[in-house]
C-alpha cells in the first residue's frame, strides 16, 4: 500500500504545467483589474464605496451573494473533506444550505429594512449607539478574521498544488502575494467594485463546478451508485465507510459532541455573518432584496448537489491517499480531480475558479470590516457622528491595509488546516457574538442595551477563549504519522485544555442566556416606541429608503 502511495505523491507534486496556470491567474487578474478600476469611477460618497451606491438589481445582487457565500470552504474544502470522509464531509454542504435557508427566513430582509450600511446600524437603532455600536463591531471584526484565516489557507494550499511548492515558507509568499491583490482590489473598487468581481466568480464557480459533475457523471454512465462505489474501491480497505456516517465524527462521544457543535455552529452561523448581511444594503428597495434571496437560494443550492459528485468524484478517480499527499493536502481534492478530467487546461482554469472565489471573497470579507471600523468605531463611537463622509471613506481605506497585513499573518500560521473547518470557526463566532442580539433586537421588545453587551461580549469572549484552547490551536496530532495537526506545528507545545474542536454548542446557547440574564439585572429600561418604529419598518420597508440617503 505504502509503495503505491508514494509515486504519486511523487507525481502530484510536478501537477500540471506552472506556466500555463500562472498564464491564466494572470489573464483573470488583468481583467478583473480592469473591472474594479472602472467600477472605482463612480465612488463619490460614502454610499457608493460602502453600499456600491444601491444600484443592483436584484438578479445582481443575488448572483453577488452567491459568490460572496461560496467560499473557497465551498469549493477547496469541502470536496476534499467529502474526498477524504464522505457522507461526514457532505454534512459541511447540507450545514452551509440550511444556515443560509435560517438567515433568510428569520433576519436577512428585516436587517435591510432596518439599517444604513452594517449590523450595528440595526442593532443600535433602539439600544445606546455607542456601547452598541463598538461591541458589533469588534464583534464583526472577529469573524472577518476567522473567516480570511480559511481563505488565506486555501489561497497557500492551491498555488501550492499548482507550483509545485513544498514548505510553509514559500506558501507564506503565496498567501502574503493573495492579501496584497485583496488590498488593492478593495481600495481600488470598494464595494461596487467588490460586487462585480463576486457575481464573475460566481458565474465561473458554478459553470465550471457543473462542467466537472457532468464530465465525472460520464465516466460512470450517469449512475450515482457507480461513481459511489468508485469512490469506495478506491480507497481500498474500509472504504465502505465513506458511504455511511461516522469516518469523521460518531466514532467516540467527543466525535459526536464535535459534530453537535459543528452543526449548529454552520445552521446558526450564516445569520450573524456581517459580509453576508451586508450585501442586502446594495439594493433599492425591499422588493429587490426579495428577489436577490430567490436567486441566492437557488445557485446556492444547485452548487451544493454539485459538491457530492466532486467530492466523491476525488475521491473516486484521485483518491484519498494522492490527495492528502498533494501540495496544499486536502484542499487540493478539486484542482486534482480537475487534472485528472482534463489535463493542465482544465487544471488551470478551475484553479483561476478558485482563485477567483479567495479573492472575491477576501475583498467582500475585507470591505465589511473596514466598513464596521470607520462606520461604526471611527465614526460613531469615537468622532461622535462629526465627521464628513470623506474622512469616514480615507479612514476605511487604511483599515482595508491593516486587515490585510492581519489576514496575511494570519494565514501564513492556518496554512494547511481544511479550510471548510476554519470557515466553521468563523459561523460558531458569528453565532455566538451576533445572531442573539440580532434576533432579540428585531422579536423581543424587554431587550435592551444591557442584555445586547452581556451576550455580544460574552459570546465573543467565551468563543476566542475556547478555540485558543481547543486543539485547533495546539495538541492535535496525527496518530498515524506524528504530525501537528493543529495552527501551531510544533507538537511539543500543547496548552490546549478542552477537546471541543468547534465551541458553538456551548457558546451559542451561552450568549442567548447572557441576553436574557443582562436585560433582566439592568435597571435601564427598552424604549417600546422605538420598538414599534423598527417593527413596522423592519417588515415593511417604511422609511427605509429615506433612511439610508441621510
Given at each position: 500500500?505504502?509503495?503505491?502511495?508514494?509515486?504519486?505523491?511523487t507525481?502530484t507534486?510536478q501537477?500540471?504545467?506552472p506556466?500555463?496556470?500562472?498564464?491564466?491567474?494572470?489573464?483573470?487578474?488583468?481583467?478583473?483589474?480592469?473591472?474594479?478600476?472602472?467600477?472605482?469611477?463612480?465612488?463619490?460618497?460614502?454610499?457608493?464605496?460602502?453600499?456600491?451606491g444601491?444600484?443592483?438589481?436584484?438578479?445582481?445582487?443575488?448572483?453577488?451573494?452567491a459568490?460572496?457565500?461560496?467560499?473557497?470552504?465551498?469549493?477547496?474544502?469541502?470536496c476534499?473533506?467529502?474526498?477524504?470522509?464522505?457522507?461526514d464531509?457532505?454534512?459541511y454542504?447540507?450545514?452551509?444550505?440550511?444556515?443560509?435557508?435560517?438567515?433568510?427566513?428569520?433576519?436577512?430582509?428585516?436587517?435591510?429594512?432596518?439599517?444604513?450600511?452594517?449590523?450595528?446600524?440595526?442593532?443600535?437603532?433602539?439600544?445606546?449607539?455607542?456601547?452598541?455600536?463598538?461591541?458589533?463591531s469588534?464583534?464583526?471584526?472577529?469573524?472577518?478574521?476567522f473567516?480570511?484565516?480559511?481563505?488565506?489557507?486555501?489561497?497557500?494550499?492551491?498555488?501550492?498544488?499548482?507550483?509545485?511548492?513544498?514548505?510553509?515558507?514559500?506558501?507564506?509568499?503565496?498567501?502574503?502575494?493573495?492579501?496584497?491583490?485583496?488590498?488593492?482590489?478593495?481600495?481600488?473598487?470598494?464595494?461596487?467594485?467588490?460586487?462585480?468581481?463576486?457575481?464573475?466568480?460566481?458565474?465561473?464557480?458554478?459553470?465550471?463546478?457543473?462542467?466537472?459533475?457532468?464530465?465525472?457523471?460520464?465516466?460512470?454512465?450517469?449512475?450515482?451508485?457507480?461513481?459511489?462505489?468508485?469512490?469506495?474501491?478506491?480507497?481500498?480497505?474500509?472504504?465502505?465507510?465513506?458511504?455511511?456516517?461516522?469516518k469523521?465524527?460518531?466514532?467516540?462521544?467527543?466525535?459526536?459532541?464535535?459534530?453537535?457543535?459543528?452543526?449548529?455552529?454552520?445552521?446558526?452561523?450564516?445569520?450573524?455573518?456581517?459580509?453576508?448581511?451586508?450585501?442586502?444594503?446594495?439594493?433599492?428597495?425591499?422588493?429587490?432584496?426579495?428577489?436577490?434571496v430567490?436567486?441566492?437560494?437557488w445557485?446556492i443550492?444547485?452548487?451544493?448537489?454539485?459538491?457530492?459528485?466532486?467530492?466523491?468524484?476525488?475521491?473516486?478517480?484521485?483518491?484519498?491517499?494522492?490527495?492528502?499527499?498533494?501540495?496544499g493536502?486536502?484542499?487540493?481534492?478539486?484542482?486534482?480531480?480537475?487534472?485528472e478530467?482534463?489535463?493542465?487546461?482544465?487544471?488551470g482554469?478551475?484553479?483561476?475558479?478558485?482563485?477567483?472565489?479567495?479573492?472575491?471573497?477576501?475583498?467582500?470579507?475585507?470591505?465589511?470590516?473596514?466598513?464596521?471600523?470607520?462606520?461604526?468605531?471611527?465614526?460613531?463611537?469615537?468622532k461622535?457622528?462629526?465627521?464628513?463622509?470623506?474622512?469616514e471613506?480615507?479612514?476605511?481605506?487604511?483599515?482595508?491595509?491593516?486587515?490585510?497585513?492581519?489576514?496575511?499573518?494570519?494565514?501564513?500560521?492556518?496554512?494547511?488546516?481544511?479550510?471548510?473547518?476554519?470557515?466553521?470557526?468563523?459561523f460558531?463566532?458569528?453565532?455566538?457574538?451576533?445572531?442573539?442580539?440580532?434576533?432579540?433586537?428585531?422579536?423581543?421588545?424587554?431587550?435592551?442595551?444591557?442584555?445586547?453587551?452581556?451576550?455580544?461580549?460574552?459570546?465573543l469572549?467565551?468563543?476566542?477563549?475556547?478555540?485558543?484552547?481547543?486543539?485547533?490551536?495546539?495538541?492535535?496530532?496525527?496518530?498515524?504519522?506524528?504530525?501537528?495537526?493543529?495552527?501551531?506545528?510544533?507538537?511539543?507545545?500543547?496548552?490546549?485544555?478542552?477537546?471541543?474542536?468547534?465551541?458553538?454548542?456551548?457558546t451559542?446557547?451561552?450568549?442567548?442566556?447572557?441576553?436574557?440574564?443582562?436585560?433582566?439585572?439592568?435597571?435601564?429600561?427598552?424604549?417600546?416606541?422605538?420598538?414599534?418604529?423598527?417593527?413596522?419598518?423592519?417588515?415593511?420597508?417604511?422609511g427605509?429608503?429615506?433612511?439610508?440617503?441621510?
Amino acid at each position: 500500500m505504502i509503495a503505491a502511495v508514494a509515486p504519486m505523491a511523487t507525481e502530484t507534486e510536478q501537477i500540471g504545467e506552472p506556466a500555463v496556470n500562472i498564464a491564466i491567474f494572470g489573464v483573470f487578474v488583468l481583467i478583473t483589474l480592469v473591472i474594479v478600476f472602472r467600477a472605482s469611477r463612480n465612488n463619490k460618497t460614502a454610499a457608493d464605496y460602502y453600499a456600491a451606491g444601491r444600484s443592483f438589481t436584484g438578479p445582481q445582487n443575488g448572483t453577488a451573494i452567491a459568490g460572496d457565500y461560496l467560499s473557497a470552504a465551498s469549493f477547496l474544502g469541502i470536496c476534499g473533506a467529502i474526498a477524504i470522509n464522505g457522507y461526514d464531509g457532505f454534512l459541511y454542504s447540507i450545514g452551509f444550505l440550511v444556515a443560509w435557508l435560517v438567515a433568510l427566513l428569520l433576519v436577512a430582509e428585516l436587517l435591510r429594512n432596518t439599517g444604513k450600511f452594517t449590523m450595528a446600524d440595526v442593532l443600535s437603532f433602539r439600544l445606546k449607539e455607542r456601547p452598541v455600536r463598538m461591541a458589533a463591531s469588534l464583534a464583526t471584526l472577529a469573524v472577518v478574521f476567522f473567516y480570511l484565516l480559511a481563505q488565506m489557507a486555501g489561497a497557500g494550499g492551491l498555488v501550492a498544488l499548482l507550483l509545485g511548492i513544498e514548505g510553509t515558507g514559500a506558501q507564506g509568499v503565496v498567501i502574503a502575494v493573495v492579501g496584497a491583490l485583496m488590498i488593492l482590489y478593495v481600495l481600488v473598487g470598494g464595494m461596487k467594485g467588490t460586487t462585480w468581481v463576486q457575481i464573475i466568480k460566481a458565474i465561473l464557480l458554478i459553470a465550471g463546478a457543473a462542467v466537472m459533475t457532468v464530465w465525472v457523471l460520464s465516466k460512470y454512465g450517469f449512475n450515482l451508485s457507480d461513481l459511489l462505489q468508485g469512490a469506495v474501491d478506491k480507497a481500498g480497505e474500509g472504504g465502505e465507510a465513506l458511504l455511511g456516517p461516522g469516518k469523521q465524527y460518531g466514532a467516540t462521544s467527543m466525535s459526536q459532541l464535535n459534530f453537535l457543535s459543528l452543526a449548529l455552529a454552520l445552521v446558526l452561523g450564516t445569520a450573524g455573518l456581517p459580509h453576508v448581511l451586508m450585501r442586502f444594503y446594495t439594493v433599492p428597495t425591499a422588493k429587490e432584496a426579495r428577489r436577490s434571496v430567490v436567486w441566492a437560494i437557488w445557485l446556492i443550492g444547485i452548487f451544493y448537489l454539485f459538491t457530492l459528485v466532486l467530492g466523491y468524484g476525488a475521491g473516486a478517480l484521485v483518491g484519498p491517499e494522492a490527495i492528502k499527499a498533494a501540495p496544499g493536502g486536502v484542499n487540493s481534492a478539486a484542482p486534482l480531480l480537475a487534472f485528472e478530467l482534463g489535463g493542465t487546461i482544465l487544471l488551470g482554469l478551475i484553479s483561476a475558479v478558485a482563485f477567483a472565489t479567495i479573492l472575491a471573497v477576501v475583498a467582500g470579507l475585507t470591505i465589511t470590516a473596514a466598513t464596521s471600523f470607520a462606520h461604526d468605531i471611527y465614526a460613531s463611537v469615537i468622532k461622535k457622528g462629526h465627521i464628513n463622509p470623506d474622512g469616514e471613506v480615507r479612514v476605511a481605506r487604511v483599515t482595508v491595509l491593516a486587515i490585510g497585513i492581519l489576514a496575511i499573518v494570519g494565514g501564513i500560521f492556518a496554512n494547511g488546516q481544511n479550510v471548510a473547518f476554519l470557515v466553521a470557526l468563523a459561523f460558531a463566532v458569528a453565532a455566538s457574538a451576533n445572531l442573539p442580539t440580532i434576533l432579540y433586537s428585531l422579536f423581543w421588545k424587554r431587550f435592551n442595551t444591557s442584555g445586547a453587551l452581556w451576550s455580544m461580549y460574552g459570546g465573543l469572549i467565551s468563543c476566542l477563549v475556547l478555540i485558543t484552547f481547543s486543539p485547533v490551536v495546539s495538541g492535535k496530532v496525527d496518530p498515524v504519522t506524528g504530525a501537528s495537526l493543529s495552527m501551531i506545528k510544533d507538537t511539543s507545545v500543547d496548552f490546549h485544555l478542552i477537546e471541543l474542536e468547534n465551541p458553538g454548542l456551548i457558546t451559542i446557547p451561552l450568549a442567548f442566556i447572557l441576553g436574557i440574564v443582562g436585560t433582566y439585572l439592568s435597571k435601564g429600561k427598552s424604549s417600546p416606541e422605538k420598538y414599534a418604529e423598527m417593527e413596522v419598518r423592519s417588515l415593511t420597508g417604511a422609511g427605509s429608503e429615506k433612511a439610508v440617503t441621510h
